[in-house]
């Protein structure tokens, strides 16, 4: 990349980052790549095909966040600002950083990185807020949604290995498994006996976890269970966008079916 642009103009924004809603209960229910907004000082120097950062998104997980009282949606791109990664990582300024895809024309000015670290460090402090809360009434979980790709080979490609690629894949990589194992293993249970017997349900296969889910499960450690949701995009094209609306209306019950089981399983905690 060359030397980086000039600081930007003053500009308009496009609308708030992100949105909490705060509700009652012990479930929180988080959509942190679903955003696909940039703002304009953002979008002007992005060289990125809007259709590629789409496919990188994880379109309509906010949607799956519905059956929850304590909902968290970000309206950001993850490619302004990626809240499932640390500060220091959060914007993409290498390829290695962006899967190899190249994604500015050229180096963004600091201060244009800087506008999207505050996003970071808002949205944190809110959150921290919300959850400081919650914690203060006992045990609680975050279901933090996220979806992947399985047919990055082309649109009409074989889709990827299903034992390598779970429909569904639990992270519990930073979790305490002592106290929160018969957690997860009643929620995969609910889960599984929702959605049809095809689908695979497994644990820390493709991912474990990102930094949202490791930061609540570290600094709420033995009252606080994030669990990384990653959802396989069979709900979706992920080359067209086009939603299967009956796939995810599908996703969206079972997942709602777990919260009662979420609820149990805390109040034997408590």
């Known amino acids: 990349m060359q030397t980086p642009t000039p600081e930007p103009r003053q500009r308009p924004d496009v609308g708030p980052p992100f949105r909490i809603v705060a509700g009652k209960g012990p479930i929180v229910a988080t959509a942190i790549h679903a955003g696909h907004d940039l703002r304009p000082e953002v979008a002007v120097n ?30 950001r791109s993850r490619f302004e600002v990626d809240l499932n990664r640390p500060p220091d990582e959060a914007v993409y300024l290498t390829e290695e950083q962006s899967w190899g895809l190249e994604v500015w024309r050229s180096r963004p000015h600091p201060a244009t990185v800087a506008g999207s670290l505050a996003i970071h460090t808002e949205f944190y402090r809110q959150m921290d807020q919300l959850l400081d809360e919650i914690a203060s009434k006992g045990p609680f979980v975050v279901l933090d949604l996220h979806s992947y790709n399985h047919r990055r080979d082309g649109r009409y490609a074989p889709p990827a290995p299903v034992l390598e690629n779970p429909d569904v894949n639990i ?22 006996a929702r959605l ?14 990102g930094y949202l889910s490791r930061r609540v499960n570290e600094r ?51």
């Not at 992005?46 to 970000?74: G, H, K, Q, W």
């Not at 992270?171 to 599984?192: A, I, M, N, Q």
């Not at 996703?251 to 905690?269: F, H, K, Q, W, Y």
């Open 46 to 75: 992005m060289v990125l095909e809007e259709s590629d950062r789409r496919r990188e998104e994880d379109p309509y997980t906010d949607r799956l966040t519905v059956p929850f009282a304590n909902r968290v949606i970000v309206e």
């Open 171 to 192: 992270g519990t990589g930073t979790l305490d498994h002592e106290r929160w194992d018969p957690l997860v293993k009643r929620f995969s249970d609910d889960l599984t």
């Open 196 to 209: 049809p017997e095809s689908m695979v349900i497994a644990e820390n296969v493709r991912f474990q976890g």
């Open 220 to 270: 709420y450690e033995g009252r606080g269970c994030a669990l990384a949701l990653e959802f396989k995009k069979t709900f979706m094209d992920e080359w067209t966008d086009e939603l299967d609306e009956l796939a995810l209306r599908r996703l969206l019950s079972a997942l709602a079916g777990t919260a009662d089981g979420i609820v149990g399983e805390l109040r034997g905690m408590t």
